[in-house]
């Protein structure tokens, strides 16, 4: 029996799933607006201790990784699955970099005793708790995007390297890809929004 | 199966693509440098949001895909974009 295929489908699944992410994180952009308009001084304020540098490299970093997740698909398209491999692997290494710089950030953060719940987190003005709650919780919540991406995208790599995923089937690595760029245009705007606007 | 007449993009296409946005990074890190308070933000917001059509544009294959998904992705951001301006309109004048 012929087994039914429709990739547009396939993909437009995912792209629905897509638009409940923008909204859930639309939602969380949506607080941070509101906040920063009502404690504007104490949200500059606060930004002053976030590391751009690192904010700055992890959005390099993101940005080399979609290209790479991208040009993986036309590798694949193109019968070059060891290409594709190694184009997820680097894919793979840029989203360890990230979660590098996130556990350096945030370990020194918490080092400093500033973490959601801490006695020092408590003790700050209103608009500083806020602003530290929405970044751990904005980037938090990133992260764990991030991770999930990072496992689809490790199994889609076994698939390529395996050629379960090849040029006539690969709608896996297609969705695989638009998640992971997903990841990428969340943290767009989340870098501007908690590094830049100091 | 249904297969379609799937349009492969060079790998030139996805450099230059990459060029355009660290270009975009570079320009959103040096134009927040100037503190103009919410122009400021303006700026980097309108920047941001160009990254993120190119991504969606190119990254993400929009501009080859069928219609559909094209007014889908509009009608969901023209969703958004109302929610925020609905908020706004009520919140700043409490």
Same mark, same amino acid.
């Given at each position: ?32 607006? +509101? ?68 556990? +350096? ?46 496992? &689809? ?34 943290? &767009? ?10 | ?94």
């Amino acid at each position: 029996m012929e087994e039914h295929r429709d990739d547009t489908a396939a993909r437009l699944g995912m792209w629905v799933f897509i638009f409940t992410e923008i909204l859930l994180f639309g939602g969380l952009f949506l607080v941070y607006a +509101v906040m920063r308009v009502r404690y504007s001084a104490e949200f500059h304020q606060s930004a002053h201790q976030l590391d751009a540098l690192i904010g700055t490299i992890n959005t390099v970093v993101l940005l080399v990784s979609s290209m790479t997740v991208a040009m993986s698909i036309t590798a694949v398209q193109q019968k070059n699955n060891n290409l594709a491999t190694m184009l997820l692997l680097i894919t793979l290494v840029c989203a360890g970099i990230f979660l590098f710089n996130k556990y +350096v950030e945030w370990g020194h953060k918490i080092h400093l005793g500033l973490y959601p719940g801490s006695e020092l987190m408590v003790s700050l003005k209103h608009g500083e708790i806020l602003f530290f709650s929405l970044y751990f919780f904005m980037t938090g919540l990133h992260m764990l995007h991030l991770v999930v991406g990072a496992i &689809i995208l490790t199994i889609v790599m076994i698939k390529v390297k395996t050629g379960s995923i090849h040029s006539e089937s690969y709608v896996l690595l297609e969705n695989g890809g638009l998640y992971w760029h997903l990841v990428d245009l969340i943290w &767009i705007f989340l870098f501007p929004l908690l590094y830049l606007i100091t | 199966m249904i297969t379609e007449n799937k349009h492969i993009t060079g790998y030139s296409a996805y450099w230059r693509v990459l060029i355009f946005l660290l270009a975009m990074t570079f320009l959103t890190v040096t134009v927040t440098w100037i503190n103009l308070s919410a122009l400021t933000v303006l700026m980097a917001l309108i920047i941001a949001t160009f990254k993120a059509g190119t991504v969606l544009t190119y990254f993400m294959h929009l501009r080859y895909e069928s219609s559909l998904f094209k007014i889908l992705v509009s009608m969901v951001l023209a969703v958004y974009v109302l929610v925020i301006i609905l908020t706004f309109s009520d919140y700043l004048f409490r």
